[in-house]
T-cell receptor, first 109, second 113 residues
Framework: KNEVEQSPQNLTAQEGEFITINCSYS?????LHWLQQHPGGGIVSLFMLSSGKKKHGRLIATINIQEKHSSLHITASHPRDSAVYICAVYMEYGNKLVFGAGTILRVKS | KAGVTQTPRYLIKTRGQQVTLSCSPISGHRSVSWYQQTPGQGLQFLFE???????NKGNFPGRFSGRQFSNSRSEMNVSTLELGDSALYLCASSLHFNTDTQYFGPGTRLTVL
């Protein structure tokens, strides 16, 4: 079993829809990152969370440390949101970042 | 502020050769991490350097090595290249690894023939 599991693997949405991507992990962590990767490879860090909730524009990230679960929400989705979204956890022991497999999001206009 | 830069952007090598990739972090950032991305394995952690010291290493063979200089620039080296080393190699910099946002470079696309 992977230490970081994301769901869904693929997601197609219509423009304007509310989108949720989930991330579950099985290890103790000190931080969780949500990353966005567009075709061509460039990765942008969206959020770094260790507790609670963060919001940036139309993006909201939440984390529940007790349940070992995080969600990334996109409100009023737009075709430019089409990308791969990757969850990564910084392990409490071992000082390394472990990545989920990513969620491929396609937003159709 | 200039972003993270990586050179070269593209590289083609043959099996058995060695390669050195370079990463220049954002000014003031002291942590540099390296990652390998392949279609089969996704993103995997290679190693992290902070103030010229390797803090941690991922599960890669000893053919993969790195170093960090006093100006925080980092290099990674892969010796005796294998076909499976073909990948996108990304570096990321941050002020402090586990408390700050990571800023990724554009990556070096390595193809091993």
């Amino acid at each position: 079993k992977n230490e970081v599991e994301q769901s869904p693997q693929n997601l197609t949405a219509q423009e304007g829809e509310f989108i949720t991507i989930n991330c579950s992990y099985s290890v103790g962590i000190s931080a969780l990152h949500w990353l966005q990767q567009h075709p061509g490879g460039g990765i942008v860090s969206l959020f770094m969370l260790s507790s609670g909730k963060k919001k940036h524009g139309r993006l909201i990230a939440t984390i529940n440390i007790q349940e070992k679960h995080s969600s990334l929400h996109i409100t009023a989705s737009h075709p430019r949101d089409s990308a791969v979204y990757i969850c990564a956890v910084y392990m409490e022991y071992g000082n390394k970042l472990v990545f989920g497999a990513g969620t491929i999001l396609r937003v159709k206009s | 502020k200039a972003g993270v830069t990586q050179t070269p952007r593209y590289l083609i090598k043959t099996r058995g050769q060695q390669v050195t990739l370079s990463c220049s972090p954002i000014s003031g950032h002291r942590s540099v991490s390296w990652y390998q991305q392949t279609p089969g394995q996704g993103l995997q952690f290679l190693f992290e350097y902070f103030s010229e010291t390797q803090r941690n290493k991922g599960n890669f063979p000893g053919r993969f090595s790195g170093r960090q200089f006093s100006n925080s620039r980092s290099e990674m080296n892969v010796s005796t290249l294998e076909l499976g080393d073909s990948a996108l190699y990304l570096c990321a910099s941050s002020l402090h690894f586990n408390t700050d946002t990571q800023y990724f470079g554009p990556g070096t696309r390595l193809t091993v023939l």
